[in-house]
């Protein structure tokens, strides 16, 4: 693993505070996110005006005051730019932001954006030492369609020619608009017959019928609903929109323990100039510490399973072992800075995440970026507690100082400590960086700070494991 104390201290928290900026967000039925950190649909903007990626990259720039350099990695199959932001020195340690993989994940590529808007807005001090590259939308290809289409339609796979029921034709058996409400949404099928092959895998929530979920069988739950997606059998073989236009699934054509045969995955791993650009691309860039996607997978609230590995033993399918305390660090801050106390995990397989953690050792994470409200803890609001009611007040009562908290550290006692960091054997720094986790929070904070300062060009290799 690409792993510093310093460092690692700073992208946990980086991880933390982006989603911060953006996890409680108001959806507005089908219009863009309106996101409490600036940068959404807009007054007087329509759906389809916010879809110009193009544009709002430019804006974004224009208005970034020199803080933002734009560039790009390469160009989607249908011509499209794909835009790169940098802030920061390129040749400072840095964490890589991707959203937009699936084009209808909008609350991803609106928080990318947001991101670097509100980190161009910051003090200079994070970024002296530190770069922070955005891809806002690794996939324009499925944003435009969805801004030029009359057929609002699933922009999650890209547009090819894929026998997907591999019945020898081509595209025969799509979706399609059967209340003619202009946009093709799933359809629940409640006890689908045998004949369909449709297995009844969801129920309703109990707190809001809108919604499913999936049953739980230890408290007697029972799945009374199939899921599929808006259409009919077209074809006469008994399945219901299984063979559309729709091609390869961005987030799964990664080569990590790649789907073959799976939905989406693709004729083969990185098949796609946009999945193969950004490959391209990370392997070019070797300051990479940490990769943060925005999609539809989650690792920051659910923590991988640690210490299983594939057949080969070589590859992980989850997280090792002595990463494990590095995730569940970053799990802290995450849910402590967003609320979020719950997200739909996902299947990691072929991921952009599981890419760049399984295969080049970069501590790699995902979030949904948006929950549904019931998962996310409401903030305190801060206001002051009611006064007694008259006659019944009393003097306060004397406040005591605070109590030293066990395990808090002097100034003096944490510049030692990062000079032990220095010259210490790999043992001994693992033994002090576990130790960390078991002071006070203000005390790791500290601790970060002073890290930060001191290794801002990365840490020295120990003496012991030196060459």
Not at 48 to 73: F, M, N, P, Q, W
Not at 115 to 130: F, I, R
Not at 169 to 188: Q, S
Not at 223 to 230: C, N, R, T, W, Y
Request: proline share 8%; charged share 25%; aromatic share 6%.
């Amino acid at each position: 693993m690409r792993s510093t104390s310093a460092v690692l201290g700073l992208i946990v928290a980086c991880a933390g505070t982006t989603a911060a900026l953006t996890v409680r967000m108001p959806f507005a039925g089908q219009s863009p996110v309106l996101a409490r950190i600036g940068v959404g649909a807009g007054e007087g903007r329509g759906v389809k005006a916010d879809l110009d990626i193009d544009s709002r990259v430019a804006t974004l720039i224009a208005e970034s005051g020199g803080k933002i350099t734009a560039g790009t990695y390469g160009t989607s199959r249908g011509g499209h730019p794909l835009h790169v932001l940098q802030l920061g020195d390129k040749f400072k340690p840095a964490l890589l932001i991707v959203a937009g993989l699936n084009a209808q994940h909008r609350v991803g590529i609106e928080t990318a954006l947001g991101v670097a808007k509100k980190l161009a807005e910051q003090p200079g001090d994070l970024l002296s030492t530190h770069a922070i590259y955005i891809m806002p939308c690794a996939y324009p290809d499925g944003l435009e369609r969805e801004r030029t289409a009359v057929l609002r339609r699933d922009g999650s796979r890209t547009v090819a020619a894929v026998d997907d029921d591999q019945d020898g034709r081509i595209d025969e058996d799509g979706p399609k608009d059967l209340n003619g409400d202009g946009v093709i949404t799933t359809m629940r099928i409640p006890d689908p017959p045998p004949g369909y092959r449709l297995e009844a895998s969801e129920m309703l929530d109990p707190g809001d019928a809108r919604l499913t979920k999936r049953p739980d069988r230890n408290k007697g739950e029972r799945g009374i609903f199939a899921m599929v997606v808006e259409g009919e059998d077209q074809d006469g073989d008994g399945l219901i929109a299984e063979d559309g236009i729709d091609g390869t699934d961005m987030s799964r054509n990664f080569p990590y323990h790649w789907p073959e045969f799976g939905e989406g995955a693709g004729p083969y791993a990185l098949s796609e100039p946009e999945t193969r650009s950004i490959a391209e691309w990370v392997l070019a860039h070797n300051n990479l510490v940490s990769v943060l996607v925005f999609g539809t997978h989650d690792n920051l609230v659910n923590v991988p399973e640690p210490g299983k590995m594939d057949q080969t033993q070589r590859i992980p399918t989850g997280i090792e072992n002595e990463d494990k305390w590095v995730f569940d660090e970053a799990s802290r801050l995450f849910k402590e800075a967003t609320g979020m106390t719950g997200a739909m995990a996902g299947d990691n397989a072929g991921s952009l995440q599981g890419w760049t953690y399984g295969f080049l050792g970069i501590y790699s994470f995902s979030t949904p970026v948006w929950v549904r409200p019931d998962l996310v803890t409401k903030k305190d609001t801060g206001k002051p507690a009611a006064p007694p009611p008259a006659g019944d007040a009393k003097p306060p009562e004397p406040v005591a100082p605070p109590p030293v908290q066990p395990g808090a550290m002097t100034d003096a006692e944490i510049q030692a400590s990062i000079a032990e960091f220095r010259t210490a054997s790999p043992e001994r720094r693992r033994e002090m960086m576990a130790r960390t986790l078991t002071v006070p929070q203000e005390t790791q904070d500290k601790l970060r700070a002073a890290a930060m300062a001191a290794f801002a060009d990365g840490v020295p290799a120990s003496p012991a494991s030196a060459t």
